[in-house]
């Protein structure tokens, strides 16, 4: 009996601890709990409730999706990376093609495993906005179709990791995640133009950008020096002051929050004033944390939530600039600042706000601008794209109509691009916000015009492109035949046999990337003197002997030259063999012709010296 008891009370007590690891791990998975971190029950943050992001009201919506229609969404975040194995990144990491987490070092250039993607910032700034990132995901329980892809471009120095940015790792970092097709990017850092104007100005950054936005939804923080844009170009913070960007202040319970930059280039504001995140330091999982690194992640997740509530509704999904559009329309709490308004993000106005009759009131145009890929000269060319004609590569270029996102998008297909030559010559080459432009007139400065008409003004913007002819270098060209000028300098013909009173037809391997002006300046010699001049060089040998055909071009020499072994005409295999059989055809009528008079001759012995036989002789 007692066994029997005792063997009940173990069954129980397994029952209980099933039972509350049961609850532990998916209590908090539904609308009626809220996930906690280390004691911390995120409901109970002021930023998830009234006057916050309204998640319970949001969480409600969410729960009523067709799920089964969503398709996964990637999140890149460029900054410190992140602690792979801190527990709030559990299930909500990229993985790749081999199903392992992995993210992206940009200041290397390559895909690495999240193992090598350890935060060692001082502060784990990248920790921290992944991180917030993770909860919100979690909170919604969209664990299943929105990802973190972490990208480090931070700066290193002295071997250590720091909490700053240059702008190649982070133009990297762009290309990258519009590479794996990110659906969004979080940049929690940058630059006031006051302290480095590169942000503001590098085209490299520039052109990173505005090919990004067109597919990526671009969040950047607005930064925290508490400085009004509006006024004083110096005080504007970059990256998120670019156009495509979705830039986001940080607003408190109160209103703006006191260290957000603020001002008409920035969006919207997101909730910046203690903020509940990762940390992975000894002693310590989570921190609170302040300023518009914070805010930023937040709307980079509201953005997808966008994206996954179309896709549920079995609409489109927007994308790029379009969602930046639709986020810095939405309708949910305004908030003052020096007389200006500040649109406030909450997650249940983003899941619940009829975008599609949203009236947005389109600016007109005001002009165009241009950003592109190419790569600029140097000296006189420093402000022409310059390549040379055996490098050529299209260049792609980018139209943006301004105010930028704010004038009717059905005005990027009226973009017409032009082609403009020295004498003023027009081409139109196409249409739209993106071309592709490959150089193709040599030693000719060629300007690329991007052409809007609207009503009765004309905008456009140009840039002048180069494509320079190359000089010949030693072992880039050789002296061949004419037929051989496409064969490579090791392969076309460099001596041959010619024939007295024969033309031969000469040129120069590689003269495909020489301006035609260059060409026809090639000077031709034969034994040292000059025989003539431009691109192809007709030679007739009058004596038989060895002779030497040499070229200059630009004024210097060619140095493989082509050595000519000339043979008298009469000698070329063709000839003799037509002669030999002339003289057999010869030979033979000869012949037949003797034959007939010896016969004739003998009639003619025989008496029969009549006239007409006199005739046929004398006709034969």
Known sequence: MKKSISSGLIYIGVLLIISAAVFACFGGAGVAFALEYDDVELSSLWYYGEGGLEIDKA??????WDKSKLSKKVIAVIDTGIDFDHEVFSGVLYTD?????????????????????????????????????????????????????????????????????????VVEALNQADKIGADAVNMSLGRIKKDSSDWATNTSLTYALESACDSVLIVAAAGNDGLN?????????????HDGVLSVMAYDSVGLY????????????GPGEEIYTAKFTEGALYQYLNGTSLAS?????AGVLIKLRYEAEGKPAPKGVELARMMRNIDGRVIKKEGAEIRCLDFNTIVAQDFENTKYEYSDPTGISLSHNGEYGKDAYEDIIYMRANAVKPVTFIAKINPFGKTDPELDAAVQWVERHADTTENVLGYGIRFNYTPKHIDETVTLIA???????????????????????????RVTYAENAADSVDNAPSRGVLYTNTTTVFSLTGIEYVSEEKKSKIQWYVDGELAGEGETFAYT???SGVRRISARYDGSPIPREFIANVKPFIARPLDLTMLILGLAIASAV???????????????????????????????
């Not at 917030?132 to 995901?137: D, K, L, P, R, Y």
């Not at 992640?297 to 997740?301: E, K, N, S, Y």
């Not at 008409?453 to 270098?473: C, H, I, N, P, W």
């Not at 003998?602 to 006239?611: A, E, F, M, P, V």
């Open 59 to 64: 969480k409600a919506r969410i729960d009523k």
């Open 590 to 620: 000869i012949a037949v012709v003797i034959v007939i008079a010896v016969k004739r001759k003998r009639k003619s012995g025989d008496g029969n010296d009549s006239d007409d036989n006199q005739q046929s002789l004398i006709a034969l």
């Open 229 to 241: 844009a509006d006024g004083n170009a110096n005080n504007v913070f970059y990256p998120a002051a």
């Open 97 to 169: 093609a081999d199903g392992k987490p992995a993210g992206y070092d940009s200041r290397y250039k390559k895909q690495v495993p999240l193992e090598n993607m350890k935060d060692t910032a001082d502060d784990k700034h990248g920790n921290a906005i992944a991180g917030v990132i993770a909860m919100m995901i979690k909170e919604l329980g969209l664990e299943d179709f929105i990802k973190i892809y972490p990208i480090k471009a931070n700066t290193i120095e002295n071997g250590k990791e720091k909490k700053s940015f240059v702008i190649p790792p």
């Open 258 to 269: 006191e260290a957000s930059n603020y001002g008409s280039v920035y969006d919207i504001a």
């Open 541 to 543: 040998p009058k004596k």
């Open 297 to 301: 992640p937040i709307a980079t997740v």
């Open 451 to 477: 052409r809007l008409r609207y009503g009765d003004k004309t905008f456009e913007q140009s840039q002048d492109v180069f494509l320079s002819s190359v000089a010949f270098m030693v072992g880039e060209a």
